[in-house]
């Protein structure tokens, strides 16, 4: 066994495919890798959360075993997982402390519980009364809850798993000045995320991930955002980071056209038209009600207020099953939300078409099997089989099975809520393609998406949200300033 | 569905040593059928009286109809849903059937479709309460487990049927019915030729057709089911009322056995059916089973039964035993699926 110098961390020759990192005390020690590069397995190892079958950690040199997350704690490893681990019936200060409550003769000392959780609290900038429940906040400032839940046993590793993909821009800033205060106290940061340019701002030395091995690992100040891609990756990657063009959308009719579309929380509605051929870029934070018009479009949710028409005539959306017999499809940003794991990747390609094909009661297997096949080739949705679950499948994989739904359904309007949301460069680069290939094909596209650069490299037009509302609509010549100042001069 | 369901989500269930291994697939459907293998083997090494073909036989004909309530289990289940009452409903269909044709004299093909679409409505009724008044499935079928009884008591007046001052003159059970539930074909017992019938069109209705289809993606993933165009209500509708429909079926065909129909026949079935879809591999959690892992269920319930009788351990502990199995069954199920999910990569 070798020691590790000033090492705050060591994961070492952990086996069955987890590998081994180091972090250094006062480091930030970025990871990546594409879905299913094991990442999270990694993070969950060292959290305690998963046994693995070898390999040892250490902290601060000294070596502890597997396997209990109590263990992880008491070396002083603390971790903010992706899915948010928060009880939310109960209050921020419970939660900041939950299962460390300061007990008095058997019962909680609640006083002393709001005090010792304050100065987290306060320390990630939430504004809000830790008396109040979970269950009342956003997603943005549940994941601050978590931050503070994980600063509070005071740390000398602290683990990110994507901190920022439910964060919105300042919100993240703050994220980043906690990481670097820490930093100089010499709480060694272990942080994974997808998005290149944060790694490139806040850490000190990157490792990449693949299948289960560490293909490189070197000080930021040595590698370039192409370079890590390329990494990721593992080849060359095609970016096609042109900008959208904007002539595309002249030509086309007007097939889907919103007026004064409203939902709660937000007052006001949202006028929208969609062409053929063209994709219309939706850019707002999270809470800028960007996914609600999505959801209320496909008709998952109803409007409050306003109308829809579809070729010019008016529609009343109950159900999917109404938008989807009118040629519509749509992507959440939430995987689980898309495919059905257990189903086969066949089941999943052809679920939204499977009722309508064939006479009878039974599945058209023929059919299916030759759907499938040709989806799989046409996505490069990599299987092993397409009788394998889809579950078993990486994030950018399952995603692409969504998106392949809809072209079997022959889907003409597409809704696509941030679909790019924790998939890795590679598979982003993939479902640009497709996008670009559908809407030259003719399809409308609605494309929601948290990141200027996305927006601009997709949208023939690109529409700034805020508050429920249009409030900029630009072309994709115009800057991230101009487009942000637009989002943030109402949001921040 | 394809054996794919069974491994773990990477297709490779990752476990330490081989006696972990083989505990590991014992929760499944493989390990359903060692299960089976193993209590067969044992019983026939501690009596001579087990492994007979007149025993055997004697196992088929008494589980055909619990049997047949874990083929409407199964598709129920699937779906995330439960029905606890497949037992009532049968008893109130083998009673309606009987009432028909002993106490009001309707032809028999009218009683027939008298019993059936008692089942039919009852099934509807758990369906429609499910999907218009939001209650829980459990709790939906616990009010239709009670209320069936108690409507069958009424349309029976709580007596065996046929009733000896109720009938009309001449009139027993249909014919059919005692043909179906108590005659043998050559040396098979005709209902437990039934209840594999209902298994192979359960098998079809899961595996291929468009309704199992919906089931399982409603029972995999409500919301993505939605988003994808299929009702969950709509399928939650149709399977419970298919549900009620094979249940009516059963309790026809065990009036025949019993050569009497009464309102609590079959008590207690609908925790057999329960544990038998359970120990044949179906996730109670929905959107994973197959009817091959339910027969194998049924079977592994009734060979426990029918060997603890014969070498003699008493009915009190049997109760014991049958609660020990369920259990434990599912518990190799749940490590099994942990397991799984242990060598999965990030």
Redesign the interface.
């Known amino acids: 066994m070798q020691l590790t110098p000033r090492g705050a961390l060591a994961a070492r020759g952990i086996d069955?495919?987890y590998p081994g990192v180091q972090a250094l005390a006062g480091e930030v020690h970025a990871l990546l890798g594409e879905?299913?590069?094991?990442?999270?397995?990694?993070?969950?190892v060292i959290a305690g959360a998963?046994?693995p079958?070898g390999g040892e950690l250490e902290v601060g040199g000294r070596s502890i075993g597997f396997g209990s997350p109590e263990q992880s704690r008491k070396a002083g490893i603390s971790i903010v997982y992706q899915e948010m681990s928060l009880v939310a019936s109960l209050s921020v200060s419970e939660n900041v402390l939950l299962g460390r409550w300061p007990g008095r003769r058997g019962g909680v000392d609640w006083r002393s519980l709001r005090q010792q959780a304050k100065p987290y609290v306060e320390r990630v900038g939430l504004n809000v009364d830790p008396e109040v429940r979970v269950s009342r906040l956003g997603m943005a400032e549940r994941q601050l809850v978590e931050i503070a839940k994980a600063l509070s046993t005071d740390p000398r590793v602290l683990l990110l798993d994507e901190p920022t993909s439910a964060l919105s821009g300042p919100e993240a800033r703050r994220l980043f000045e906690i990481i670097s205060d820490l930093t100089t106290l010499g709480v060694a940061v272990i942080y994974v995320s997808h998005r290149l340019r944060e790694i490139m701002e806040i850490a000190d030395r990157v490792t990449v991930l693949r299948d289960?091995r560490v293909v490189a690992s070197h000080p930021v100040s040595e590698v370039t955002e192409r370079g890590l891609a390329r990494m990721v990756v593992g080849r060359e990657l095609a970016i096609d980071d042109r900008l959208a063009e904007t002539t595309a959308s002249t030509g086309g009719a007007v097939v889907l056209e919103a007026r004064n579309l409203g939902r709660p929380p937000h007052r006001g509605g949202v006028d929208l038209d969609l062409k053929a051929g063209e994709v219309v870029a939706a850019f707002g934070l999270v809470g800028s009600g960007r996914s609600e018009l999505a959801r209320v479009l496909?008709g998952?949710d109803p409007p409050t207020t306003g109308t829809i028409a579809i070729d010019g005539k008016p529609v009343t959306l109950k159900?999917?099953?109404d938008s989807?017999?009118l040629g519509m499809g749509?992507v959440?940003p939430d995987r689980?939300?898309?495919?059905?794991?257990?189903?086969?990747v066949a089941?999943n390609l052809t679920?939204?078409s499977?009722?309508r094909v064939g006479r009878g009661?039974?599945?058209d297997?023929d059919w299916e099997q030759s759907e499938a096949d040709r989806l799989v080739e046409d996505l490069d949705i990599r299987v092993?089989s397409t009788?394998?679950?889809a579950?078993?499948l990486s994030g950018g994989n399952q995603q692409k099975v969504t998106l392949g739904?809809w072209i079997c359904a022959g889907s003409r309007i597409l809704i696509m809520d941030d679909p790019t949301r924790g998939i890795d460069v590679g598979a982003k680069a993939e479902v640009f393609r497709l996008v670009r290939k559908l809407a030259s094909d003719g399809a409308s596209i609605f494309y929601g998406t948290s990141e200027i650069a996305e927006a601009r490299q997709l949208g023939h037009r690109i529409l700034v949200m805020a508050k429920g509302r249009v409030v900029g609509e630009f072309s994709p010549s115009a800057t991230e300033d101009q487009i942000m100042g637009a989002a943030g001069g109402l949001d921040v | 569905?394809?054996d794919?369901?069974s491994v773990g989500?990477?297709?490779v269930v990752?476990v330490?040593s081989p006696v972990a291994r083989l505990l590991a697939s014992a929760g499944g459907r493989g390990g359903a059928l060692i299960i089976l293998v193993l209590l067969m083997v044992g019983f026939t090494l501690l009596t001579s009286d087990f492994l007979t073909s007149r025993n055997l036989l004697n196992i088929l004909r008494q589980f055909s109809v619990p049997g047949i309530l874990a083929i409407a289990q199964t598709l129920v289940i699937v779906t995330a849903g439960i029905d606890l009452s497949v037992a009532a409903t049968a008893a109130l269909s083998g009673s309606l059937m009987a009432v028909s044709f002993a106490h009001w004299g309707l032809p028999e093909p009218v009683s027939w479709v008298v019993g059936l679409s008692a089942g039919l409505l009852v099934g509807s009724v758990n369906g429609l309460v499910i999907r218009y008044w939001r209650v829980p499935d459990i709790i939906a079928t616990l009010g239709t487990f009670s209320a069936v009884r108690g409507i069958a008591l009424l349309v029976t007046g709580g007596l065996p049927v046929p009733t000896f001052d109720r009938v009309v003159e001449g009139r027993s059970l249909p014919g059919s019915v005692n043909t179906l539930g108590a005659d043998s074909l050559g040396p098979i017992p005709i209902i437990a030729l039934i209840a594999g019938l209902v298994a192979a069109i359960g098998a079809?209705i899961l595996g291929?057709?468009?309704?199992g289809?919906?089931a399982?993606?409603v029972g995999?993933?409500p919301?993505?089911?939605?988003?994808?165009?299929?009702?969950v209500g709509r399928t939650k509708l149709w399977i419970y009322a298919l549900s009620g429909l094979i249940s009516a079926l059963a309790g026809i065909v065990l009036a025949g056995r019993l050569s009497s129909a009464n309102a609590l026949m079959g008590e207690g079935m609908e925790l057999q059916a329960i544990a038998a879809v359970v120990v044949g591999g179906t996730n109670l959690f929905g959107?994973?089973g197959t009817m091959g892992g339910t027969v194998i269920g049924v079977l592994i319930i009734g060979v426990l039964s029918n060997g603890l009788n014969i070498v003699g351990v008493s009915e009190f502990w049997q109760r014991v035993s049958n609660g020990l199995i369920i259990v434990v069954v599912v518990a190799l199920d749940q490590w099994r699926r942990r397991a799984g999910a242990?060598?999965?990569?990030?």
């Open positions: 069955k495919r879905n299913g590069a094991g990442k999270s397995t990694l993070i969950k998963v046994v079958d289960g496909f998952l159900s999917p099953e989807i017999a749509y959440a689980a939300l898309g495919v059905v794991s257990r189903l086969s089941a679920l939204a499977y009722a009661p039974l599945v297997r092993e009788d394998q679950p579950g078993s739904r | 569905m394809s794919s369901q989500p990477l297709g990752r330490k079809i291929r057709s468009k309704l289809r919906s399982l993606a995999g993933n919301e993505a089911a939605h988003a994808s165009g299929i009702s959107g994973e242990r060598g999965e990569s990030a």
